[in-house]
C-alpha cells in the first residue's frame, strides 16, 4: 500500500511537472471543459432557481386544499369542451358547503378586475377578490395589521376590505391605511386590513397575491353583480393523507349539485397544489433534459480535445516515456501518470467552469429571481469533470503504458 501511494504521489509530481511544462496548450485545453461545466453548473442552478421560484408563488394554495372551478388549471385536450362548461354559481358552494360535513372549511370566491382610488392616487386593473371568513383557513396569509372579515362582515354585506402590500405601498405610501376609505369601481370601501408580504407571481407570471384586494363575497355580488359570476371553491379536507378519498366524496357532492346523471361526464374540475407540482416537474424535467444534452455534447467535444493534447504529449514524450521504462517504471505508472494529467486538466477547467457559474448565478440572482450554486451541483460538476477526465486520458494513458521501451529509445 505504501508502495503504491508513494507512485502515485510520484506520477502526481510528473503529471504536474508536464503541465507547467506546456501552460500555454494546458490553458487552451481546458476551454472546452470550462464552457462545458459552466452550461452543467449554470443548467443545474437555474432549475433549482426555477423550481423554488415556483414553489414561492404558489406557496399561498394549501397543500390540503381542493379547487372545485369550471375549468381545470392545467388544460389538455379540447380548450371549448372546458370553456363551454355551465359557471359554478355562490348558490352551488352554499350547498356544498351544507352537505360536505367531512370538509373543514367550503370557502368560494370569484374575481373582478377593478381601477382603485385613495385621494389623488390611482392604480388600474386591480384584482378583487370576493370570498368569506373561511379564507383563513384553506389559504396561507394572515393580515400583518389590522383583521381580516368575520363571518358577521360576510353576512351584514359590510363594504370592508383587507388590501395586500404591494396596494398599501402603491396607494398609501407612509398613511396608515387602517379605517380609510377607497374607491373600488363605483363602490366605497372601507380597509380593515393589510395582507403580510406573500410574494409575487415570480418567474413564471403567476398571480401577485400581494396587489389583490379581498372584500366579502356578498358584498362583492351586491357591488359587482351575480348572475352568470363564475365561482371557484376552495374546500379544505380533515387531513392530507386521506386527500384522494376525499376527492372523490367531493366530486360525488358537485355531481349531485350540478344535476349529472350517472352516464354524463363531469363538467367540473378538481385542483390541487400536486396538478401544479406534476406539471411543473414534467415541463421541467424535459428542458432540463435538453439543456443537459447539450451541455453533454459541449463537454464531449472538450474531452476529444483534451484526448487529442493528451496524444499529442504522448508523441512528444515519447523518448522520455523509453527512458523511464527502461530504467524500470512500470506500465500502471506510466499509465497512472497520463490519467492524473487528463483528470487535472479537467478539474482545473470545471474549477474555472463554476467560478463562471457562480459569477452568472449572482447576476439571476440580482436581476431575475433568487439562485445559488448549491452544494450538489458543485459535486455533480467535480464529479463530471473527473469522468470527462478519466474517458479523454484512457486511451492516451494505454498507448503510453504500452510503448516499448526499445522502439521509444530509437524515437525521433
Same mark, same amino acid.
Given at each position: 500500500?505504501?508502495?503504491?501511494?508513494?507512485?502515485?504521489?510520484?506520477?502526481?509530481?510528473?503529471?504536474?511537472?508536464?503541465?507547467?511544462?506546456?501552460?500555454?496548450?494546458?490553458?487552451?485545453?481546458?476551454?472546452?471543459?470550462?464552457?462545458?461545466?459552466?452550461?452543467?453548473?449554470?443548467?443545474?442552478?437555474?432549475?433549482?432557481?426555477?423550481?423554488?421560484?415556483?414553489?414561492?408563488?404558489?406557496?399561498?394554495?394549501?397543500?390540503?386544499?381542493?379547487?372545485?372551478?369550471?375549468?381545470?388549471?392545467?388544460?389538455?385536450?379540447?380548450?371549448?369542451?372546458?370553456?363551454?362548461?355551465?359557471?359554478?354559481?355562490?348558490?352551488?358552494?352554499?350547498?356544498?358547503?351544507?352537505?360536505?360535513?367531512?370538509?373543514?372549511?367550503?370557502?368560494?370566491?370569484?374575481?373582478?378586475?377593478?381601477?382603485?382610488?385613495?385621494?389623488?392616487?390611482?392604480?388600474?386593473?386591480?384584482?378583487?377578490?370576493?370570498?368569506?371568513?373561511?379564507?383563513?383557513?384553506?389559504?396561507?396569509?394572515?393580515?400583518?395589521?389590522?383583521?381580516?372579515?368575520?363571518?358577521?362582515?360576510?353576512?351584514?354585506?359590510?363594504?370592508?376590505?383587507?388590501?395586500?402590500?404591494?396596494?398599501?405601498?402603491?396607494?398609501?405610501?407612509?398613511?396608515?391605511?387602517?379605517?380609510?376609505? &377607497? %374607491?373600488?369601481?363605483?363602490?366605497?370601501? /372601507?380597509? +380593515?386590513?393589510?395582507? !403580510?408580504? =406573500?410574494?409575487?407571481?415570480? *418567474?413564471?407570471?403567476?398571480?401577485?397575491?400581494?396587489?389583490?384586494?379581498?372584500?366579502?363575497?356578498?358584498?362583492?355580488?351586491?357591488?359587482?353583480?351575480?348572475?352568470?359570476?363564475?365561482?371557484?371553491?376552495?374546500?379544505?379536507?380533515?387531513?392530507?393523507?386521506?386527500?384522494?378519498?376525499?376527492?372523490?366524496?367531493?366530486?360525488?357532492?358537485?355531481?349531485?349539485?350540478?344535476?349529472?346523471?350517472?352516464?354524463?361526464?363531469?363538467?367540473?374540475?378538481?385542483?390541487?397544489?400536486?396538478?401544479?407540482?406534476?406539471?411543473?416537474?414534467?415541463?421541467?424535467?424535459?428542458?432540463?433534459?435538453?439543456?443537459?444534452?447539450?451541455?453533454?455534447?459541449?463537454?464531449?467535444?472538450?474531452?476529444?480535445?483534451?484526448?487529442?493534447?493528451?496524444?499529442?504529449?504522448?508523441?512528444?514524450?515519447?523518448?522520455?516515456?523509453? &527512458? %523511464?521504462?527502461?530504467?524500470?517504471?512500470? /506500465?500502471? +505508472?506510466?499509465?497512472? !501518470?497520463? =490519467?492524473?494529467?487528463?483528470? *487535472?486538466?479537467?478539474?482545473?477547467?470545471?474549477?474555472?467552469?463554476?467560478?463562471?457559474?457562480?459569477?452568472?448565478?449572482?447576476?439571476?440572482?440580482?436581476?431575475?429571481?433568487?439562485?445559488?450554486?448549491?452544494?450538489?451541483?458543485?459535486?455533480?460538476?467535480?464529479?463530471?469533470?473527473?469522468?470527462?477526465?478519466?474517458?479523454?486520458?484512457?486511451?492516451?494513458?494505454?498507448?503510453?503504458?504500452?510503448?516499448?521501451?526499445?522502439?521509444?529509445?530509437?524515437?525521433?
Amino acid at each position: 500500500m505504501r508502495a503504491f501511494l508513494y507512485s502515485l504521489m510520484e506520477a502526481f509530481a510528473v503529471a504536474g511537472g508536464a503541465l507547467k511544462a506546456n501552460r500555454s496548450r494546458a490553458v487552451l485545453t481546458t476551454l472546452g471543459i470550462v464552457i462545458g461545466i459552466m452550461a452543467v453548473a449554470t443548467t443545474m442552478t437555474v432549475s433549482n432557481g426555477l423550481g423554488n421560484n415556483f414553489k414561492e408563488s404558489i406557496s399561498a394554495v394549501g397543500s390540503d386544499v381542493l379547487y372545485v372551478s369550471r375549468m381545470p388549471w392545467i388544460v389538455t385536450g379540447n380548450f371549448f369542451q372546458f370553456r363551454n362548461r355551465k359557471p359554478i354559481s355562490y348558490r352551488q358552494s352554499q350547498d356544498l358547503s351544507a352537505n360536505m360535513e367531512t370538509a373543514v372549511a367550503v370557502c368560494p370566491s370569484a374575481g373582478t378586475q377593478k381601477n382603485i382610488k385613495f385621494g389623488s392616487k390611482v392604480l388600474e386593473n386591480i384584482i378583487i377578490i370576493g370570498t368569506t371568513d373561511k379564507q383563513m383557513m384553506v389559504a396561507s396569509g394572515v393580515p400583518e395589521f389590522g383583521r381580516f372579515f368575520s363571518a358577521g362582515d360576510v353576512h351584514g354585506r359590510r363594504f370592508v376590505c383587507v388590501i395586500g402590500s404591494e396596494i398599501r405601498d402603491e396607494l398609501f405610501g407612509g398613511i396608515d391605511p387602517l379605517q380609510k376609505e &377607497i %374607491r373600488i369601481g363605483r363602490h366605497s370601501f /372601507r380597509v +380593515i386590513g393589510v395582507m !403580510e408580504t =406573500l410574494g409575487s407571481g415570480g *418567474f413564471f407570471g403567476g398571480p401577485n397575491f400581494d396587489r389583490r384586494i379581498f372584500v366579502p363575497v356578498t358584498s362583492f355580488m351586491k357591488a359587482y353583480g351575480e348572475i352568470n359570476r363564475d365561482f371557484d371553491i376552495a374546500v379544505k379536507a380533515p387531513a392530507q393523507e386521506s386527500l384522494e378519498e376525499f376527492r372523490y366524496e367531493l366530486i360525488g357532492e358537485m355531481r349531485k349539485i350540478r344535476g349529472l346523471g350517472p352516464a354524463e361526464a363531469d363538467d367540473f374540475s378538481i385542483n390541487s397544489m400536486d396538478s401544479l407540482m406534476n406539471a411543473y416537474n414534467n415541463v421541467m424535467g424535459v428542458v432540463v433534459l435538453i439543456g443537459l444534452v447539450i451541455t453533454g455534447f459541449s463537454l464531449f467535444v472538450g474531452g476529444i480535445g483534451v484526448m487529442n493534447i493528451m496524444l499529442v504529449s504522448v508523441t512528444e514524450r515519447t523518448r522520455e516515456i523509453g &527512458i %523511464r521504462k527502461a530504467i524500470g517504471a512500470r /506500465r500502471r +505508472i506510466i499509465l497512472t !501518470e497520463f =490519467l492524473l494529467e487528463s483528470c *487535472f486538466i479537467c478539474l482545473v477547467g470545471g474549477t474555472i467552469g463554476l467560478g463562471l457559474s457562480y459569477g452568472i448565478a449572482a447576476i439571476i440572482d440580482r436581476l431575475v429571481m433568487p439562485a445559488s450554486v448549491s452544494l450538489p451541483v458543485i459535486l455533480v460538476a467535480i464529479l463530471v469533470s473527473f469522468i470527462v477526465g478519466i474517458f479523454s486520458g484512457i486511451l492516451p494513458a494505454l498507448r503510453a503504458a504500452r510503448l516499448n521501451p526499445i522502439d521509444a529509445l530509437q524515437y525521433e
